[in-house]
């Protein structure tokens, strides 16, 4: 059994929707990151940086293994099924190259423009406007991949779709009403956003936790 740790968050749910696409059996145990929860001496055996999401695998090899860093997390259950990431090959390298794009690029932008345009009190227009403008190139970037390509690493869906799809639905949501500029003309995102949306494993996984 596997024990998620993890919160309402887009890295969150990466690993949720991840363990609903392999078929693996887990327990959720919610940290609430608004109570300062990932503070907690407990979590920081599992997590000691102080973030969700993190795993216990219970039936690893030598016993309950601990693993944190969303990224880390999808190629571990990928490659513990065989599943999600090619063992071998280019194809095994572009399904990395795109989902390290997303934890270097995609998730850290996209999380300082939600702090600046949203979070914070005087949400300064200069820094608002550098990750709105760096938000629209990656999302650029983005969209000419999937109009190329059915999923981000090619034909086949894997771990790279897995950990853009929360953020990409958070900005087509929340950050398109805040940051509009950062939100353009994008056929191939929006033909992608509704493709793995209606996934019923990411469905499961977006639920993940209920609080």
């Known amino acids: 059994m596997i024990t998620l740790y993890t919160w309402t968050t887009p890295n969150g749910r990466k690993v949720s929707i991840a363990l609903e696409e392999l078929g693996l059996d887990y ?16 979590f920081l055996k599992v997590g000691p940086n102080n973030k ?3 795993i216990v695998d219970g039936d690893a090899p030598g016993g309950g293994l601990p693993i944190f860093e969303s990224g880390a997390i999808l190629v571990y259950l990928a490659e ?6 090619p063992a071998s090959g280019p194809e095994r390298y572009k399904v990395l190259e795109w ?5 270097g690029g995609l998730g850290p932008m996209l999380g300082q ?3 600046f345009a949203v979070r914070s009190k005087d949400k300064p227009p200069e820094a608002v406007e550098r990750f709105t403008t760096e938000a629209a190139r990656l999302f650029g970037v983005m969209d000419r991949q999937l109009r190329a390509n059915p999923y981000l690493a ?3 869906y894997s ?9 990409v639905f958070a900005a087509s949501t929340l950050l398109r009403q805040v940051a509009p500029d950062a939100w353009g003309d994008f056929p191939g995102i929006e033909r992608w956003l509704a493709a793995v949306g209606e996934r019923p ?6 639920a993940v936790p209920q609080v």
Request: proline share 6%; glycine share 10%.
């Open 52 to 54: 969700i999401p993190a």
């Open 113 to 115: 423009l939600g702090y």
């Open 27 to 42: 327990e959720v145990k919610a940290v609430n990151i608004g109570k300062d929860e990932q503070f907690d001496p407990e």
């Open 159 to 167: 771990i790279a779709d897995i950990a853009c799809y929360p953020w």
């Open 154 to 156: 090619g034909a086949d």
């Open 80 to 85: 513990k099924t065989g599943k999600l990431l």
């Open 201 to 206: 494993a990411v469905k499961r996984g977006m």
């Open 99 to 103: 989902t390290f794009w997303q934890m």
